[in-house]
């Protein structure tokens, strides 16, 4: 098994810039890759980014391109998603996700999750 927790999420003004954390234990040699997710009220979860936890490859979703970077700390087992230039439309719960099956994986094969963090972005 392995545990994500993040941290990191909070309130901010449009424009301006957070940095979210998840930090992961338990079986992380098992880890392929990690990844960041959001669910708005009444939306479905959808993928943000993800990265290839040996390699440092990232894939990212269209929207948030050239505004967020996925970094990846493997001696702290820990992913970083420093998101600038942030919009009111980028308020959701941020969750981490790490997978096992291998990279790239869709998101439904995502294994393990951590508990979310609310970013808000005011307009």
């Known amino acids: 098994q392995v545990q994500l927790v993040e941290s990191g999420g909070g309130l901010v003004q449009a424009g301006g810039s957070l940095r979210l954390s998840c930090a992961a234990s338990?079986?992380?040699?098992?880890?392929?890759?990690m990844g960041w997710f959001r669910q708005a009220p009444g939306k479905e979860r959808e993928f943000v980014v993800a990265i290839n936890w040996s390699e440092g490859s990232a894939r990212y979703a269209d929207s948030v391109k050239g505004r967020f970077t996925i970094s990846r700390d493997n001696a702290k087992n820990t992913v970083y998603l420093q998101m600038s230039s942030l919009k009111p439309e980028d308020t959701s719960v941020y969750y981490c996700?790490?997978?096992?099956?291998?990279?790239?994986?869709?998101?439904?094969?995502?294994?393990?999750w951590g508990q979310g963090t609310q970013v808000t972005v005011s307009s």
């Open positions: 338990g079986r992380t040699f098992s880890i392929f890759a």
């Open positions: 996700a790490a997978t096992s099956r291998g990279w790239p994986v869709p998101p439904a094969l995502y294994d393990y």
